[in-house]
């Protein structure tokens, strides 16, 4: 890029949540990309040993930080609150905006307030929710601080067996039980202060669980939606005022469902995947920019709150 500001890049990925294995890979991408667009590039893989990952942020002396992690410490505040802390700036949302995010009750109030349109949610004990069903069926019950879908169950009639084994979650832990919302499902990246466009996914998948998001195959995008000019615009306007109204800066992207020509906020992610099967590079090129023009311009308006 002509207009480069940085030389120096470190890109953290890994990391030790449950999403470690899909921000290898985006880690992975965008390094290779950087590097293709004239950046001096190291890899840290982001371990629970912060004197390690402070020592080898140092050793690599960069002047930007690309945060390529994904799930919890990653995208909920933490990581970047280290950041902040040694003053070094990094690509997407801050310390504050990012937890806004990662903590979907929050996040769903602030979406509220915001005048956006959401489903209605109970929030709860996995104690609580496993004695009765706290909502007429069908309804879906999610961690309150998960990404890539994980935990996510839909409760239909007919189903018996519990949906808590697999979400790591102690009794007392909240979860969110939130009413399904049928229909079509369509995700928008902002960039900034724009929003790029509207792609609807369908799976084979029971929803767009983390096997859709991410293997081959598990689901299919159409780009651009095929909507309505006034719910596609309307999808659109929804994701960059859920964007601006959690403080978000950098890439995000907005999941919502669509039920007939109602629009519903589902979440919005602070740290979107940047692999093969990822929605935001397909998004960027969707509008004429590449991969290494999109994570180039991530770096290029990389922030520090120190």
């Known amino acids: ?34 590097e293709n667009a004239g950046y001096d590039v190291t890899t840290i893989d982001v371990s629970r040993d912060m004197q390690a990952l402070t020592s080898a942020i140092t050793a690599a002396n960069p002047e930007v930080i690309f945060n390529a992690l994904h799930g919890r ?11 902040d802390m040694m003053g070094l700036p990094y690509t997407n949302s801050g310390r504050l905006a990012s937890a806004l995010a990662m903590d979907k009750a929050v996040a769903k109030k602030i979406f509220a307030a915001a005048g956006l349109p959401i489903a209605e949610d109970i929030i709860m004990t996995r104690k609580e929710a496993e004695k009765r069903d706290p909502m007429p069926r069908p309804y879906v019950v999610k961690p309150i601080s998960e990404g890539s879908a994980i935990g996510v169950h ?22 969110m039980v939130e009413r399904y919302i ?13 929003a790029l466009a509207v792609t609807e ?7 767009y ?14 780009l651009p939606a095929d909507l309505s000019p006034s719910v596609y615009d309307q999808a659109l306007d929804i994701s960059l005022k859920a964007h601006n109204a959690l403080g978000c800066r950098g890439v995000t992207r907005s999941d919502l469902r669509l039920d007939g020509d109602d629009l519903f906020l589902l979440e919005i992610n602070t740290q979107p995947g940047l692999t093969p099967t990822s929605l935001v590079p397909e998004q960027a090129a969707h509008i004429g920019m590449s991969f290494p023009e999109l994570v180039s311009w991530m770096v290029e308006n990389a922030q520090c709150d120190a």
Not at 16 to 30: H, K, Q, T, W
Not at 182 to 194: C, F, Y
């Open 1 to 34: 890029m002509s207009s480069r500001t940085f030389k120096r890049v470190a890109v953290i990925h890994g990391g030790f949540s449950a999403e470690r294995a899909v921000s290898l890979v985006s880690g992975r991408d965008a390094a290779s990309a950087l």
């Open 73 to 83: 410490f990653g995208e909920d505040g933490c990581i970047q609150g280290l950041l």
């Open 154 to 175: 839909i409760i239909r009639d007919g189903d018996n067996k519990t949906p808590f084994d697999d979400m790591g979650l102690d009794v007392d832990s909240l979860v």
């Open 182 to 194: 049928p229909g079509r499902e369509v995700t928008v990246t902002v960039m900034g202060d724009k």
């Open 201 to 207: 996914i369908t799976t084979d998948h029971a929803f």
């Open 209 to 222: 669980d983390y096997d859709a998001k991410y293997a081959a195959g598990g689901s299919a995008h159409i």
